[in-house]
């Protein structure tokens, strides 16, 4: 599985931006898709994860209630959009892919990674 994630920028705080991950090769609708993060100087980041045995979407309390995560298995593609975004948020933002239908946080569970996308949000 190879994903490619894009949709990156600068924006100002309180802007909004949609990530979008297109995954191709051996996907599986099935297996868990999700976003993680890594801001400078910090730990890697569950930010969200999708798949249909999780009920659909999982959001990290950190960013609930501003963060969507949603999926296009049509497209092989999955979509992080972040709204009223701060600087805290500032981070590169990975696709991830796992082979199993229950994956959740745990980084170890992803198999498949993209190269990131840079998200810079100005105060």
């Known amino acids: 599985v190879q994903l490619q994630a894009s949709g990156g920028g600068l924006v100002q705080a309180g802007d909004s931006l949609r990530l979008s991950c297109a995954a191709s090769g051996r996907t599986n609708s099935n297996h868990v898709m999700g976003w993680f993060r890594r801001a400078p100087g910090k730990e890697r980041e569950f930010v969200g994860a999708f798949g249909p045995r999780i009920g659909g979407a999982s959001i990290a309390e950190s960013v609930k209630g501003r963060f969507t995560i949603s999926r296009d298995n049509a497209k092989n593609s999955l979509y992080l959009q972040m709204n009223m975004l701060k600087p805290e948020d500032t981070a590169v933002y990975y696709c991830?892919?796992?082979?199993?239908?229950?994956?959740?946080?745990?980084?170890?569970?992803?198999?498949?990674w993209g190269p990131g996308t840079l998200v810079t949000v100005s105060s």
């Open positions: 991830a892919a796992s082979s199993l239908t229950i994956a959740g946080a745990n980084s170890d569970r992803y198999r498949y």
